[in-house]
């Protein structure tokens, strides 16, 4: 069993998108939205397919454009029995700066959220690494759960999200010949602190890089990671499925 713990599967992304999923098999796919556009989607894959599950998010591109009605609207769908998180929500200083503090503020309204409802919370966080940890210290006695979607930091920052509940989504970019931080950073922690996941259709693995990415693919990321902790891919496969459903708090 293999759980994918963020990708996209838009109609926009997809044009056989049924095709994609059923790849799949009885896998398990965590479908993360990005704007409250998705949600209605989500939903219905949600209701159509029992191993797809979902997170609905504001992402940081919509902080000075989203109105209160979308919040209403996240909030509302987190009553959804599979919409599992929220996200993806954070903080994107690549995209743009000039917006920080309506970044900030999205941020914190959507953790809140999520603690209200005892979610996790998918966080993407670009260029902005150190303000997402200074923001997740705040919520350190909350317990809140979160995912560090794509985890691009360093090691030193990566032991400094530990303590506060994180688990670090690994993804294509761990089997790019030039990476290697994300390699190093696999191989020094402990691998009940990782979730697999693709970030479909974006960040194709080797061999495949330069096609479109789908869930399917997981199964490269989970490879690397086997190679680079000289463990079995059966181990892999378990320990990252069992951090999953666990982060998640998905029974199966
Ligand atoms: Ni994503």
Do not use: W
Not at 56 to 66: D, L, M, R
Not at 162 to 173: D, H
């Amino acid at each position: 069993m293999m759980i994918d713990t963020h990708c996209h599967l838009g109609k926009e992304d997809y044009e056989n998108r049924e095709e994609v999923i059923k790849n799949m098999g009885n896998n398990i796919m965590i479908v993360s939205t990005a704007s409250p556009n998705d949600i209605d989607d989500i939903i219905s894959l949600c209701n159509k397919y029992p191993n797809i599950y979902g997170t609905v998010g504001i992402h940081p591109e919509f902080a000075s454009t989203y109105t209160k009605e979308d919040l209403v609207k996240i909030e509302n769908s987190l009553k959804h029995p599979k919409i599992v998180g929220v996200g993806e929500i954070g903080l994107d200083y690549y995209y743009t700066k000039d917006n920080k503090d309506k970044q900030i503020n999205l941020f914190i309204k959507q953790i809140d959220l999520a603690n209200k409802y005892n979610k996790t919370i998918v966080i993407h966080s670009r260029e902005a690494i150190e303000d997402t940890y200074n923001i997740l210290k705040e919520y350190k006695n909350q317990n809140i759960k979160c995912d560090l979607h794509c985890y691009s930091g360093s090691l030193e920052m990566a032991k400094r999200f530990i303590p506060l509940n994180t688990c670090f989504g690994i993804g294509g970019v761990l089997t790019f010949k030039n990476e290697k931080k994300l390699k190093e950073i696999v191989k020094e922690l402990d691998l009940k602190h990782f979730v697999l996941e693709t970030d479909s259709p974006y960040l194709t693995p080797e061999p495949f890089r330069g096609h479109k990415n789908e869930p399917n693919n997981i199964k490269y990321v989970a490879e690397k990671i086997a190679e680079l902790k000289c463990i079995n891919l059966e181990k892999t496969l378990d320990i990252t499925t069992q951090n999953a459903l666990s982060l998640f708090d998905i029974n199966i």
